[in-house]
């Protein structure tokens, strides 16, 4: 939006207070959320800054209007804002995908006999949560660990039972502690739930230590059976703290997060610590953000965060954040507690920031090739729709011809399995039957050597074959495939439009840029082509060799020595004579005559 009237009268009416600015199209649609400590300030450099980055600029010139909403405090803008983000989901800003897919575990505090269970909603009734985990399979693992350990009830039944109530399957078989029928009393669970908790938290110590001196107490009593069942908890908790294979040197609270960008997507890791065992990773990734640099990923990632989690007193980052003293005052009045942001300052911080660093490649090549697996399909689907197969074309082979000036032809073939190359499959042609650069006439020539192979040794035909070229070289193709099946579909790709021939004489397909169908033919062709010219480039480069050291009136088995001990004939040729003299099975005369030739 250029600044003009409407501009004008936009930002004098925009106050000098904190709050949340919603710009809107002409349409009335938000586009855009942010938070400002001067909405005036904030708003106006949108419009009189001449050095925007292309987001921005393209932010600009479809805002029509902008709306406010004054707080009291920044911190309040901060929460407005992402609150307000998260509700309207503005298109410029970045946001986190798939928010509502994250399971969490939840201890049910409100009621009278808690219970630790897997969910994917929030209330606000009392209940505590931890997590997201992004890997719900873990949670539930983790409930079904805790439930174990600390036996507590997983029934929703009604407590205490009627007098003529049974307790459930999971008392019988010894997985709950049965409070249901007064074997321990309510203030004894709510001990198990606490400890539950501080297990979640990642208080192994604490929790240990608390479950000896009730096992203490119980021993005391001559309750023996239940100081024995306090006994093997802690074991098992124990095994779990050593089989921690990440650890801080000193048990400290603190979260470690990561970022990085690819392509539009800006993936997040964070290493949760707590008493200086890691308790697991959380990964989040964020839409629209091709333009956005890490800090405000970052910043547009904790105040949504730690609205739910478990909030530390240090969260180690490396990039520096415009906002942090903003966002330590909001984790720090939200946890009760004094919250840093800090970058590594030790090598223990570095070298955990490293491993996070590389979780963050890792995701992303994982998430590249689910992409580009999804891509493969639908290009593999499309191209039995718009070409009418009966089926995708899972197995492919491309033809290409490269030669020199009509000297040195040679042809390529290679295949592709499901869409990726099966090098397995590769092979090579030297030319027989033309001498001069008739590439129709090549073509016709390895589709028949081709096909012949495949009939002979009773091999299966590709579903699709692919052709370097244009109209001719389909029709000889098409005409060397006739003499021996009528069950193969054969098509051309021309390189100048990328154009699709399927039929000669027909009008070529022509699919959009973004077609992953013409992804596919052309990532064919260009192996076809790279391998086809790297095997030009060898037989030429040997003819050459062979052509020099001819010259020089040596036989062929010193020529072999002498190619497989120096590899090309420069190296020859920069030998010294000591050198030369010194090849096994090269006479003084002949590594004299070679000297001379050259030097």
Same mark, same amino acid.
């Given at each position: 939006?250029?600044?003009?009237?409407?501009?004008?009268?936009?930002?004098?009416?925009?106050?000098? &207070?904190?709050?949340?600015?919603?710009?809107?199209?002409?349409?009335?649609?938000?586009?855009?959320?942010?938070?400002?400590?001067?909405?005036?300030?904030?708003?106006? #450099?949108?419009?009189?800054?001449?050095?925007?980055?292309? @987001?921005?600029?393209?932010?600009?010139?479809?805002?029509?209007?902008?709306?406010?909403?004054?707080?009291?405090?920044?911190? &309040?803008?901060?929460?407005?804002?992402?609150?307000?983000?998260?509700?309207?989901?503005?298109?410029?800003?970045?946001?986190?995908?798939?928010?509502?897919?994250?399971?969490?575990?939840?201890?049910?505090?409100?009621?009278?006999?808690?219970?630790?269970?897997?969910?994917?909603?929030?209330?606000?009734?009392?209940?505590?949560?931890?997590?997201?985990?992004?890997?719900?399979?873990?949670?539930?693992?983790?409930?079904?660990?805790?439930?174990?350990?600390? +036996?507590?009830?997983?029934?929703?039944?009604?407590?205490?039972?009627?007098?003529?109530?049974?307790?459930?399957?999971?008392?019988?078989?010894?997985?709950?502690?049965?409070?249901?029928?007064?074997?321990?009393?309510?203030?004894?669970?709510?001990?198990?739930?606490?400890?539950?908790?501080?297990?979640?938290?990642?208080?192994?110590?604490?929790?240990?230590?608390?479950?000896?001196?009730?096992?203490?107490?119980?021993?005391?009593?001559?309750?023996?059976?239940?100081?024995?069942?306090?006994?093997? =908890?802690?074991?098992?908790? *124990? +095994?779990?703290?050593?089989?921690?294979?990440?650890?801080?040197?000193?048990? @400290?609270?603190?979260?470690?997060?990561?970022?990085?960008?690819?392509?539009?997507?800006?993936?997040?890791?964070?290493?949760?610590?707590? #008493?200086?065992?890691?308790?697991?990773?959380?990964?989040?990734?964020?839409?629209?953000?091709?333009?956005?640099?890490?800090?405000?990923?970052?910043?547009?990632?904790?105040?949504?965060?730690?609205?739910?989690?478990?909030?530390?007193?240090?969260?180690?980052?490396?990039?520096?954040?415009?906002?942090?003293?903003?966002?330590?005052?909001?984790?720090?009045?939200?946890? +009760?507690?004094?919250?840093?942001?800090?970058?590594?300052?030790?090598?223990?911080?570095?070298?955990?920031?490293?491993?996070? +660093?590389?979780?963050?490649?890792?995701?992303?090549?994982?998430?590249?090739?689910?992409?580009?697996?999804?891509?493969?399909?639908?290009?593999?689907?499309?191209?039995?729709?718009?070409?009418?197969?009966?089926?995708?074309?899972?197995?492919?082979?491309?033809?290409?011809?490269?030669?020199?000036?009509?000297?040195?032809?040679?042809?390529? =073939?290679?295949?592709?399995?499901?869409?990726?190359?099966?090098?397995?499959?590769?092979?090579?042609?030297?030319?027989?039957?033309?001498?001069?650069?008739?590439?129709?006439? =090549?073509?016709?020539?390895?589709?028949?050597?081709?096909? *012949?192979?495949?009939?002979?040794?009773?091999?299966?035909?590709?579903?699709?074959?692919?052709?370097?070229?244009?109209?001719? *070289?389909?029709?000889?193709?098409?005409?060397?495939?006739?003499?021996?099946?009528?069950?193969?579909?054969?098509?051309?790709?021309?390189?100048?439009?990328?154009?699709?021939?399927?039929?000669?004489?027909?009008?070529?397909?022509?699919?959009?840029?973004?077609?992953?169908?013409?992804?596919?033919?052309?990532?064919?062709?260009?192996?076809?082509?790279?391998?086809?010219?790297?095997?030009?480039?060898?037989?030429?480069?040997?003819?050459?060799?062979?052509?020099?050291?001819?010259?020089?009136?040596?036989?062929?088995?010193? @020529?072999?020595?002498?190619?497989?001990?120096?590899?090309?004939?420069?190296?020859?040729?920069?030998?010294?004579?000591?050198?030369?003299?010194?090849?096994?099975?090269?006479?003084?005369?002949?590594?004299?005559?070679?000297?001379?030739?050259?030097?």
């Amino acid at each position: 939006m250029p600044e003009s009237d409407p501009v004008n009268n936009i930002l004098a009416r925009l106050p000098d &207070e904190p709050g949340v600015y919603i710009m809107k199209d002409e349409t009335g649609a938000i586009v855009y959320i942010g938070k400002a400590a001067s909405l005036k300030k904030r708003v106006s #450099s949108y419009f009189r800054n001449k050095e925007l980055d292309v @987001k921005t600029r393209v932010l600009v010139n479809v805002v029509k209007d902008v709306e406010y909403i004054v707080t009291d405090s920044e911190i &309040e803008a901060l929460i407005l804002e992402s609150s307000l983000i998260k509700k309207h989901k503005p298109k410029f800003n970045i946001q986190k995908k798939d928010d509502k897919r994250y399971p969490y575990i939840a201890v049910t505090l409100e009621e009278e006999y808690p219970r630790v269970i897997f969910t994917r909603k929030i209330k606000s009734n009392g209940t505590r949560y931890f997590g997201p985990y992004t890997d719900a399979k873990a949670a539930r693992n983790t409930v079904s660990l805790i439930n174990s350990i600390f +036996k507590l009830r997983i029934c929703t039944r009604d407590l205490p039972l009627k007098p003529n109530e049974r307790p459930c399957m999971n008392f019988q078989i010894n997985r709950c502690s049965g409070v249901c029928t007064g074997i321990i009393n309510r203030a004894e669970y709510l001990d198990r739930v606490d400890n539950a908790v501080k297990f979640l938290e990642g208080g192994i110590e604490p929790v240990i230590k608390n479950l000896q001196e009730i096992m203490k107490r119980y021993a005391g009593g001559l309750r023996y059976e239940r100081a024995t069942e306090i006994r093997d =908890m802690i074991f098992d908790i *124990q +095994k779990i703290s050593e089989s921690q294979k990440v650890l801080l040197p000193v048990g @400290k609270d603190q979260d470690y997060i990561g970022v990085s960008k690819y392509g539009n997507e800006g993936i997040i890791i964070l290493f949760e610590f707590r #008493s200086g065992v890691l308790l697991g990773r959380k990964i989040s990734v964020f839409d629209n953000a091709e333009y956005a640099d890490a800090g405000e990923i970052i910043s547009s990632f904790i105040p949504g965060y730690y609205e739910s989690a478990d909030i530390p007193q240090k969260i180690i980052i490396e990039e520096r954040l415009p906002d942090r003293i903003l966002l330590q005052k909001f984790l720090t009045d939200r946890s +009760k507690q004094k919250v840093t942001i800090l970058t590594p300052e030790t090598a223990d911080d570095r070298g955990i920031m490293g491993l996070v +660093k590389k979780n963050i490649d890792l995701i992303a090549a994982e998430r590249h090739a689910q992409r580009q697996n999804r891509d493969t399909l639908l290009g593999l689907e499309e191209l039995q729709r718009v070409l009418g197969l009966e089926s995708i074309p899972r197995a492919m082979e491309c033809f290409d011809i490269s030669n020199l000036q009509g000297t040195d032809a040679v042809a390529s =073939m290679v295949t592709f399995k499901d869409g990726y190359p099966d090098k397995s499959g590769y092979r090579r042609y030297k030319i027989r039957g033309y001498d001069s650069a008739d590439d129709p006439g =090549m073509i016709h020539e390895v589709v028949s050597r081709r096909i *012949q192979h495949l009939l002979n040794e009773d091999l299966d035909l590709p579903d699709l074959l692919i052709i370097d070229g244009g109209t001719t *070289q389909l029709a000889r193709a098409l005409e060397a495939a006739r003499n021996f099946t009528s069950d193969l579909r054969i098509i051309s790709i021309a390189k100048r439009y990328e154009e699709i021939y399927y039929d000669a004489g027909q009008e070529p397909l022509r699919l959009p840029e973004s077609s992953p169908g013409l992804h596919i033919i052309q990532n064919i062709r260009d192996e076809a082509h790279r391998f086809a010219i790297t095997f030009h480039r060898k037989l030429r480069d040997k003819k050459t060799t062979s052509s020099l050291l001819d010259r020089i009136s040596i036989g062929a088995r010193s @020529k072999s020595i002498l190619l497989n001990h120096f590899k090309s004939i420069d190296k020859i040729r920069e030998a010294s004579l000591e050198e030369l003299q010194n090849v096994k099975g090269i006479g003084a005369k002949t590594s004299e005559k070679i000297y001379k030739y050259f030097h």
